[in-house]
């Protein structure tokens, strides 16, 4: 009997295995656009810094840094660009740092 239990446990595990994990999307409406942080890590060095890929009405942007101190995001050429009063960057600094 504890080998059939050790058995179905093991097929169980490997079929919990091979689903894929769903990811949600955290979602919310700006200034009437629908903006969604797709992915996001936090820097292990810098806890104020974000690196995420941003959707903006169903198309999404390459992952940018979004730095909380200096409240700037910096795109992928280095381009540094300061937040906007009710943009994206106040809304990831805003979620991420409660």
């Known amino acids: 009997m504890l080998k059939i239990i050790m058995i179905l446990g093991l097929i169980i595990m490997n079929w919990a295995m091979m689903i894929p994990s769903a990811q949600a999307e955290f979602c919310r409406q700006i200034n ?6 797709v ?3 936090r820097s292990a060095k810098n806890y104020w ?7 903006i009405d169903q198309e ?3 992952i940018e840094i979004y730095d909380c101190r200096q409240r700037h995001r910096i795109t992928q050429e280095g381009n540094i660009i300061p937040f906007k009063s009710d943009g994206v960057g106040k809304l990831i600094c805003r979620v991420l740092n409660r």
Do not use: F, L, M, S
Not at 49 to 55: F, G, L, N, P, T
């Open 32 to 37: 009437g656009h629908r903006v969604c942080i």
């Open 39 to 41: 992915k996001i890590k």
């Open 49 to 55: 810094e974000y690196r995420a890929a941003v959707k």
């Open 60 to 62: 999404t942007r390459p």
